[in-house]
DNA sequence: ATGACCCCTTGATATAAATCAATGCAGAGC
DNA sequence: GCTCTGCATTGATTTATATCAAGGGGTCAT
């Protein structure tokens, strides 16, 4: 049963529907608003329709969950993990297009077909809807409308800055750039090590280059003392300021 | 004096105080609807309110529009003529992260700064807003957030397109697929070339490869007979079909 | 006309990163 | 205990593309 603690219904039973369906913390993530203000919102005949439309879902590592090329059905939040979404082209060659975490969206373009891949890194839990239904709840919530533009536009700046390192960033600034990134956007643990959910070879679809080279560079930042790498993905950073400045190009 | 001929309001002259400020036609491309329905929402206090917030500007090829970095302080729509959009990195290394041509919107971002350079590839007619005056109209006309919702999907799909391109495709597949982007894009002209108002250096930085790679490619393939490179920035695509497997990596 | 400048093309060479190859390590299954 | 498999690391070699270099053909101002 999902964590409803942040959510303060405790005296308004009959909202908790929304919970025992997953939505609700969900929703409210979605929408970037206070629970108390979607609820106000929304009425009896809306939360059968709010419960209804949401599905929690839960992938294993490893598993394809969004095919590039078929109908798209669903449109998912994110609520716990790491997905990576790729671009495949027809001789295997594939491109990484980002890792998405929680609170993150799929499936929001327009096209019928999803234009991409989505495959869990590590275990995850979505929030699942039709996107028949996601059209009703955009009508019935146009705030959501704004937050979901709101994110389209981050995403873009992502997706542009991702496309300057790709075209123009030798491998040591594209890995510099990458640790970053994720120490900006992940959590690092409590003895200050950042967790990398994924493989090399993740690392290196993600970052155009191949797994060599994305191993040879962390070996070669090690031996500069800008990182250290320890067992499995964990990984320090020692010299932030460093790898700044590499990650720019200013060397 | 802009052209209304696509719109019907020959019979209501008080409406065209809009087009006067070159707004009228401009939104309803950006709406994506048709003129009428757009009118018969708002009332003549919008009508002011509209045309105060609206400036045409008419910029000259080369002028930068946009500076990376600088306050956001205006939303554009393309009008005419094509603008390129960068990145660049401290060192000059720059990357064009895609051509807007008329309908584009530039300036969406949440971030109150430009994410990216804007300038003109040949003369560009746009239709300013001022950012504070474009989120009041968001308000007023739900149906342009949806647009923009729409026209952010759509940019996203291409962004991930051009992810791929940059990060696994070899220079000849860049090319075909720039080449084929463009011909599906941009109209033909009635000699059936397709007219590209870029440079080599802008095309260079755009698919991440260096002006000699790129004019060696194009050689590479007329020398082949896929395409006729004519005077100035026309050519003709001879095979589409063999420019479509090369860009998909299928030979 | 002349020179300056920009853009494009083509050739020769250099190099960053890919490819090919070998090895080690850890977990899963038997 | 074994083997098998997947992932990571490191070394040797190759190659696609960048870099360096030269020359041609526009256009514009003098």
Redesign the interface.
């Known amino acids: 049963m999902p964590d409803t603690s942040s959510c303060q219904f405790e005296q308004r039973p009959r909202r908790l529907v929304m919970g025992a369906v997953g939505l609700q913390p969900d929703f409210c993530k979605m929408c970037n608003v206070r629970p108390s203000s979607v609820c106000s919102a929304i009425d009896d005949a809306d939360i059968s329709r709010l419960s209804d439309a949401a599905v929690e879902t839960i992938v294993p590592p490893g598993r394809c969950f969004i095919e590039e090329g078929e109908p798209a059905t669903d449109f998912f939040n994110v609520t716990s993990g790491t997905v990576k979404?790729f671009?495949?082209?027809?001789?295997g060659?594939?491109?990484i297009?980002g890792f998405a975490g929680p609170g993150h969206f799929l499936g929001?373009?327009?096209?019928d077909r999803y234009?991409?891949g989505a495959e869990a890194v590590d275990t995850v839990r979505l929030c699942r809807f039709s996107r028949e239904r996601m059209r009703t709840l955009?009508d019935d919530f146009?705030r959501m409308?704004?937050r979901?533009?709101?994110e389209?536009?981050?995403?873009?700046?992502a997706?542009?800055?991702?496309?300057?390192l790709?075209?123009?960033?030798t491998a040591r600034e594209r890995v510099a750039s990458f640790l970053l990134d994720q120490a900006n956007h992940g959590e690092l643990n409590s003895a200050g090590q950042l967790h990398l959910p994924m493989t090399r070879g993740d690392i290196a679809?993600y970052?155009?280059l191949t797994i060599e080279t994305v191993s040879r560079t962390l070996s070669w930042m090690r031996a500069q003392g800008m990182i250290d790498v320890g067992k499995g993905y964990a990984i320090t950073l020692l010299s932030r300021e460093r790898l700044e400045s590499l990650a720019?190009?200013?060397d």
């Open positions: 979404l671009k495949a082209l027809p001789d060659r594939r491109q297009t929001l373009a327009v096209s234009a991409f955009l146009p409308e704004r979901l533009l709101e389209a536009s981050n995403e873009l700046v997706a542009h800055n991702q496309m300057l790709l075209g123009r960033k679809d970052l155009g720019e190009g200013e």
